[in-house]
DNA sequence: AATTTTATTGTACAGTTGTTCATTATCTTC
DNA sequence: GAAGATAATGAACAACTGTACAATAAAATT
C-alpha cells in the first residue's frame, strides 16, 4: 500500500509555501489563508492535513530533529558509549544548531508553542537514557533515573537557549570547549 | 500619578473571568470574544489591555512567578548565598509547583507558547548570578558564566519539567532529596 | 464642583477560522 | 484501461479577529 500521490503533493505545497513566506514575515502572522493561496492549495483541503500553521511549521522541523539527531548521536558513536571519552572535535550539535540557525530562531521564540522544545528535549534524553544504561563506569548515586536524565538533558538545551539568547554569535570551538566542561564536570 | 482605576477594573474583571473558563476548557480554547461576554467588557476595550488570551494569563502567571521566586529564594538566604550548605528541608519550589499544580500544567503544555516558560528561567537565573558571585569556594574552570548559567538554570526546571511527565505525583520529599543529589554533583 | 483628561462603549468592516456537503478530479488496484 | 476508492474543490455558514472612529462615561486634576 503506497501513499497517494495527490496528499504528497499537497502537503509539499503547503511546506514549500510556508518556506517562502517565513522569508518576508513571522510564523505567528501566517494565516492559513494566506497560505493556501500561495501554495494553491484549497482552505478546506488544508485542514485535512493540518491543525494550523504551526502544525505545518512541525512537519518541517521534524525532519530538522532528525538531522539534529545523528549530529548528536556522533559523539556517543566515536566513544563507544562512553561519553566521557568525548573530545571537541567530536561535537556536532553546535554545527547543526548554527546550520539551520533560522530555524531555531523561531523553536526558541517566546510566542512558539512549546512542542518544538520537547521533540529536541526527546531526541536527547533518548541518546542519554542509551549511554547511561550502556557507560558501566557511571555512578549513580541512588538518583532517580528519569530525573536524572530529564535534569542532564534541559541542561545540554540550557546551552543552546544561551547560544539563542547571544544571538547566535559564539564560536563554535568555544561551545564544544564549553560543553565539554560543563558536563565533565557534571559526572563524579 | 496613581492608575486609572477603570483600568485596574478592565484587567481584574477580564483575569476573573480568565480563571473562571479556565475551570471547564482548556487555554486554547478559550476565545476573546468569550471572555469578554463573561468579564462584561467590550471587545474593542479587551485590545487596550491584552493581545490576547494568552496575554491575559501570562499577567497572572506573572503573580505566581514572584511566587516561585520567593520559594527558590530561601536556601539562597538560609545558606547566606553558600548553596553548597543546603539541606532538603530548606527547599520550597516543589511544594511552590505542587500548590499551582493546575497552572503548571498549562505552562508546560506542549501548545502553551514559550514566554512562561522565560519567566521562570530568568527567575532562576539571576539567582544563580547572585549566587556565584557571592558564593567564594566555587570553582569556574574556566567556563563561561552565561553559558554556566544557563546550563545550571535550565537544569533545574528539566526537574520540574519531567515532575509534569510524572502527572506531579513524585512525592516532595523525593524531589527535594533528587535535587541535592544532582547539585552537589555537579560541582567540584 | 467644574474642567480636563482618559477609558470604555457601540457599531461597523473586511478578513480569518473551522466545518459541512455535494461535486469533481485523480490516484490505486485489478 | 476500467472500476472503485479516495482526495481535492467550491460554496456556504456562523463565529471570531483586529482595527477604526465617533459618542459617551468615568476617572483625575484644578
Given amino acids: 500500500m503506497k501513499k497517494d500521490l495527490r496528499i504528497i503533493k499537497t502537503e509539499e505545497s503547503l511546506r514549500k509555501a510556508l518556506l517562502t513566506l ?3 514575515k513571522t510564523l505567528e502572522t501566517i494565516t492559513i489563508s494566506e497560505l493556501c493561496r500561495l501554495a494553491q ?10 491543525r494550523d500553521v504551526y502544525d505545518v511549521f512541525r512537519h518541517y ?16 558513536l566515536n566513544t563507544n558509549f562512553n561519553i566521557n571519552n568525548m573530545t571537541p572535535d567530536m561535537i556536532d550539535i553546535f554545527n547543526h544548531v548554527k546550520k539551520y540557525k533560522a530555524f ?29 544504561s550502556i557507560d ?31 544571538n547566535y554569535t559564539t564560536p563554535i570551538e568555544i561551545l564544544n570547549e564549553q560543553l565539554i566542561k560543563l558536563i565533565t564536570n557534571t559526572r563524579s
Same sequence: chains 1, 2.
Avoid: C, W
Fill in 22 to 24: 517565513l522569508k518576508t
Fill in 41 to 50: 492549495i484549497n482552505r478546506g483541503t488544508f485542514y485535512l492535513h493540518y
Fill in 61 to 76: 522541523f521534524e525532519v530538522i530533529v532528525e538531522d539534529f539527531r545523528k549530529a548528536y548521536e556522533k559523539p556517543y
Fill in 104 to 132: 531555531y530562531q523561531i523553536i526558541f521564540d517566546g510566542k512558539s508553542p512549546m512542542t518544538y522544545y520537547y521533540l529536541v528535549l526527546d531526541t536527547i534524553r533518548k541518546f542519554m537514557e542509551e549511554s547511561l
Fill in 136 to 166: 558501566n563506569n557511571a555512578v549513580y548515586l541512588d538518583v532517580d533515573f528519569d530525573y536524572l536524565i530529564s535534569y542532564h538533558a534541559n541542561a545540554i538545551i540550557g546551552i543552546i537557549i544561551e547560544l539563542h539568547k547571544q
